[in-house]
């Protein structure tokens, strides 16, 4: 896939994060490019957003407050107190002011972290794309990815399961759009049944 900006992003990464998350970067590019293809979502937007969604990953703690402040980004409670979710804000933003994106694509950025009930379904592809790229080796990860292939929503609801196992086991804070993610996809799951 050819294409300019695609390309400075590349650059830009290659220069901001570590291997490993340059590494992700890439999968996560693939894996949205593929999954656009299956649900005939924008291949090319799929590629961008995929490629940048962690561009503020490996901000300190200091600069996610400084650049939190500076740009005028709303953070929560729960934000505030685990600042690492505030990735996808701060990314979000990075790539609307650097890269020109569109809102629909800053979206998808802000919505990777946690998901949200309002997820349209190319932030749902992304956020997928997210978890389940060639690099993740989690522990059942290869049942989601034929999952994802099927029914994006399924995928969500078990990787939402498979995150707040893991919150559970390390005591960390469940963001509550996730809960609520969950919900509603369980719910129309059950009025798709009836
Ligand atoms: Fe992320
Ligand atoms: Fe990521």
């Not at 953070?75 to 629909?104: M, P, S, V």
């Not at 029914?151 to 509550?176: G, P, R, V, W, Y």
Request: charged share 30%.
């Amino acid at each position: 896939m050819e294409d300019e900006l695609l390309k400075k992003i590349m650059l830009d990464l290659q220069k901001k994060l570590s291997t490993k998350r340059f590494n992700h970067s890439i999968g996560v590019m693939r894996k949205a490019i593929q999954l656009a293809n299956i649900y005939k979502q924008d291949e090319l937007q799929a590629a961008k957003v995929g490629l940048a969604h962690d561009i503020a990953k490996e901000m300190s703690k200091e600069e996610i407050l400084n650049y939190v402040n500076e740009n005028n980004i709303k953070a929560d409670e729960t934000e505030l107190q685990n600042l690492g979710l505030l990735h996808g804000k701060i990314g979000a933003d990075i790539c609307k002011k650097r890269y020109n994106f569109t809102d629909d694509m800053c979206m998808a950025i802000i919505n990777h972290t946690t998901g949200d009930v309002s997820m349209s379904f190319f932030d749902k592809i992304i956020f997928v794309a997210d978890k389940i790229e060639e690099g993740r080796k989690w522990d059942g990860v290869e049942e989601i990815r034929i999952i994802a292939d099927k029914d994006i929503d399924l995928a969500i609801i078990k990787l939402i399961d498979k995150s707040i196992q893991k919150c559970i086991k390390k005591n960390e804070i469940i963001h509550i759009n996730s809960i609520q993610l969950r919900n509603k996809l369980i719910q129309k799951k059950d009025s798709n049944n009836l």
